[in-house]
């Protein structure tokens, strides 16, 4: 289980939950591997071990990125935890947020990744790193389902 779901109040339902999306971790992935066999064939190190040793280095920071982030929304409240070790944990409760961002570039739209960004009174903001289909978790909520 995780920690949203386990850190559910009463009388609280879990609409939404998701991680970051493995999309961009597959994508990570084959950039590396290019990047890796371009530096192993103009050093002369060899492509195959430049990829290997470039996707050895690479994986835990993508299974750190995968399990290291959590995201979800419940009936009341927005919630994103980041870190596996540490913890940062954000809530916006949904009386509270003023705004929602969406932030993508031309292939994250092309791919339908995003990051969203909930604003609300003050300075405090809760994100949603790189999820699948932005759109319609902002219109999740934005009409509170």
């Not at 493995?22 to 994508?27: D, P």
């Amino acid at each position: 289980m995780s920690y949203i779901e386990n850190n559910i109040n009463k009388g609280e339902k879990l609409i939404w939950f998701s991680r970051v999306s493995t999309k961009i971790i597959i994508l990570t992935y084959i950039f590396v591997t290019f990047v890796s066999a371009f530096f192993g064939y103009f050093f002369e190190i060899g492509i195959f071990t430049s990829i290997v040793l470039c996707l050895v280095l690479y994986t835990p920071k993508a299974i750190l990125d995968y399990f290291g982030n959590e995201f979800g929304i419940t009936s009341k409240r927005v919630i994103s935890r980041k870190g596996i070790i540490s913890r940062n944990v954000d809530e916006m409760n949904f009386n509270s947020i003023e705004s929602i961002n969406i932030d993508q570039n031309i292939i994250l739209r092309l791919l339908n990744i995003g990051t969203l960004r909930v604003s609300g009174r003050g300075t405090s903001n809760v994100r949603f790193l790189n999820i699948d289909d932005p759109i319609n978790i902002r219109k999740k909520i934005k009409h509170k389902f």
